[in-house]
C-alpha cells in the first residue's frame, strides 16, 4: 500500500504549484515518475490481466501470430508484441510499450491544454489505479482515444482518423468514439439525455440490444465481448447507485450545468459535451460495471481538462477562500477520498526489478 499513498501525496502535494512557474516542470517530473511506476510494476492493482498480457506476448512470437492470431487482442497490441519478441526482449517489454503509450499520450494533452496540470494528474489518478495499472490495452486505445478528440475538434481529419484507428487497434471498444458527432447536439439537450440515460441504465438491461445491433452491422467480435462481459458472473454485476463514481460524476455534471452559459470558449464547449458523453454511457450502460467503466473512459477521460477549468472558473468565482482555490481545494479532497479508498482495495505493488518469482 506505502508506494500507492506516496504517488498518491505526492501529486496531492504538489497541485499547490498549479499555475505558478514551476508547474509545468512539477508536472513533466511526476508524468514520469507515473510511467516507472505502471510500466515496471509487477502485477497490478487487481488480478489476471497483467498476466494474461505477459502470456499473450509470449504467443505472437512470429508475424503469423500477427496476422492469424490464436490470442485474444487487437492487432496493435499483436504487431507491438511481435516487434519485441523480434528483439529478444523479455515480456516486460509489452507492459512498459503500453505504460509509455498510455502514460505519454494523456500527459502530452494535460501539457498542452490543462488549465491545473497537476490537478488534471490527481483527476486522473483514479483512471490509473484502476486501467493503467489493470487493463492497460483499454487505457492505451483511450490514450490514442483522446488525441482523436481533440484533432477530431481542430478539424485535423487525416490525424484524428489515424487516432482513431491507433485506438481501435488496441481495443476495439474504441468503436464507440464514433458517437463523437453527437458533440453537434446543444449542451441542454445532452443533459437532458445524461438525466435520461441515468433512468434507463437502471430500470432496463440494454446489452441484448446492443449485441443484435452490433450483429446486424457484422462487428461479431464486438458482439461476443457485450455478450460475455454482460452474462459473466465475475464482471455482470450493476454499479451500485450510491457507488461515488456515480457521485462524483453526477457533481461534476451538475456543476458543468450550472456554468454552461458562461463557458465561452467553443473548445472548452465541445469537451464539456464529449464529457457529458461519456457520462450518458457510464449511467446507459451501469447495469455491467467493468462495461461501463472501461466504455465511458473512453469519453470521461476528458475530465482531465473539464474538471480543471470547472474549478478554474469557480476559484475565480469565490477568489477571497483558500487564496482563490476554493474549488480545485474541493476537487482535491474529493480525489484523494476516492484515490485512497481504491489503494486499500488494491493489491499490493511490487517493483520489477525487486520482484520474486521472475
Not at 76 to 94: A, E
Not at 143 to 171: E, N, P, R, T, V
Amino acid at each position: 500500500m506505502l508506494p500507492y499513498l506516496f504517488i498518491l501525496l505526492l501529486i496531492v502535494f504538489f497541485t499547490v504549484f498549479d499555475g505558478s512557474r514551476f508547474e509545468k516542470i512539477f508536472f513533466s517530473s511526476l508524468v514520469i515518475v507515473v510511467f516507472i511506476f505502471v510500466g515496471f510494476r509487477f502485477g497490478g492493482t487487481g488480478l489476471a490481466d497483467y498476466f494474461a498480457y505477459l502470456r499473450f506476448y509470449n504467443v505472437v512470437n512470429n508475424f503469423d501470430e500477427v496476422l492469424n492470431p490464436t490470442v485474444h487482442a487487437e492487432i496493435g497490441f499483436r504487431l507491438t508484441s511481435y516487434i519485441g519478441n523480434y528483439l529478444g526482449f523479455s515480456s516486460q517489454y509489452i507492459i512498459v510499450v503500453m505504460a509509455f503509450l498510455s502514460i505519454f499520450t494523456v500527459g502530452y494533452v494535460i501539457y498542452r491544454y490543462s488549465d491545473y496540470k497537476i490537478l488534471s494528474l490527481l483527476v486522473w489518478l483514479p483512471y490509473i489505479l484502476t486501467m493503467n495499472m489493470q487493463s492497460s490495452r483499454i487505457s492505451v486505445a483511450a490514450g490514442f482515444g483522446l488525441l482523436f478528440i481533440i484533432f477530431f475538434y481542430k478539424k485535423d481529419y487525416i490525424k484524428s482518423i489515424l487516432f482513431f484507428l491507433l485506438a481501435m487497434s488496441f481495443h476495439s471498444s474504441a468503436i464507440c468514439l464514433a458517437t463523437i458527432f453527437i458533440t453537434r447536439l446543444k449542451l441542454n439537450t445532452l443533459f437532458i439525455y445524461v438525466i435520461v440515460s441515468f433512468f434507463i441504465g437502471y430500470l432496463f438491461s440494454p446489452f441484448l440490444i446492443i449485441t443484435d445491433m452490433l450483429n446486424s452491422l457484422g462487428l461479431h467480435q464486438i458482439a461476443w465481448m457485450v455478450s460475455s462481459y454482460s452474462t459473466s458472473e465475475d464482471y455482470g454485476y450493476p454499479m451500485k447507485i450510491y457507488d461515488p463514481r456515480i457521485l462524483l460524476a453526477f457533481l461534476s455534471v451538475l456543476l458543468l450545468h450550472n456554468i454552461r452559459s458562461s463557458i465561452n470558449s467553443s473548445f472548452y464547449q465541445y469537451l464539456v459535451k464529449v464529457y457529458y458523453i461519456g457520462m450518458i454511457l457510464f449511467f446507459f450502460l451501469s447495469k455491467n460495471t467493468i462495461m461501463t467503466w472501461r466504455i465511458s473512459y473512453l469519453f470521461l477521460l476528458t475530465g482531465v481538462l473539464v474538471l480543471p477549468f470547472l474549478c478554474k472558473y469557480y476559484n475565480l468565482k469565490y477568489y477571497r477562500v483558500f487564496s482563490g482555490r476554493v474549488m480545485s481545494v474541493f476537487y482535491v479532497f474529493l480525489y484523494l477520498l476516492y484515490s485512497l479508498s481504491l489503494i486499500v482495495m488494491a493489491q499490493s505493488y511490487n517493483f520489477y526489478f525487486f520482484s520474486e518469482g521472475l
